[in-house]
């Protein structure tokens, strides 16, 4: 079975993707965690510590690259792996990314993700900018403006692909979101609603 979990920064995803399977391999399952960033951190923290930040154009050529590379990455070994994959973020994100910040979707994204596997399950994290902001200042490894999260929040919910995405309140702690997740694991007639 293969989960895509998407949503903004500060939501949640990667301490679920975690926990997704970590419980698992608890109940003796074969579970792999597969990450795709887009090296977004890295620059801005390269960013800040020279003073520089990137033309829009210039980081989603950046962040379009080693996402796709990840991506691509990840459906070869989750293709060979008989068990739960769970995949932290996907194309979407950087699909969102773009309608944030004004660029266009263009057209290889939307391909690349009609070529590829379609997921058993997209979770869609949603949470407060406000307290997705905080959760990002109080882990200290990189830093989002309340603004951009609320652009970002905005732009995944203008994705046309958006109502596949089974969404989970995830402005709780990670055990209540973990739940409501384990839930639609449970009962797959719950992934066309939100949760």
């Known amino acids: 079975m293969l989960i895509v ?13 975690r926990a997704l399977v970590d419980s698992a391999r608890t109940e003796s399952r074969n579970a792999l965690l ?4 887009a090296a977004r951190r890295r620059l801005s923290l390269i960013g800040a510590r020279i003073g ?4 829009a154009r ?3 050529f950046i962040e379009t690259g080693v996402r796709v590379v990840n991506v691509l990455i990840s459906h070869a070994r989750a293709s060979r792996f008989d068990g739960l994959v769970v995949m932290d973020r996907h194309l979407h994100c950087q699909l969102a990314l773009r309608e944030a910040a004004g660029l266009p979707r263009g ?26 902001c905080r959760r990002v200042m109080a ?3 990189d830093s989002e403006t309340l603004a951009d999260l609320i652009a970002f929040r905005d732009a995944y919910r203008s994705l046309p692909e958006f109502d596949q995405f089974l969404e989970v309140d995830a402005n709780g702690d990670p055990e209540a979101t973990l ?8 009962q797959p007639s719950l992934t066309s609603q939100p949760l």
């Open 5 to 17: 979990l998407t949503g903004i920064d500060g939501s949640g995803k990667t301490t679920a993707a």
């Open 34 to 37: 597969l990450s795709n960033h």
């Open 52 to 55: 520089w930040k990137p033309p």
């Open 58 to 60: 210039l980081a989603d």
């Open 107 to 132: 057209r290889f994204l939307p391909w690349l993700l009609k070529a590829l596997p379609s997921p058993d399950l997209m979770i869609h994290f949603d949470v407060d900018p406000q307290r997705a």
């Open 139 to 141: 882990r200290g490894t």
């Open 179 to 186: 739940s409501h997740i384990r839930l639609a694991l449970a």
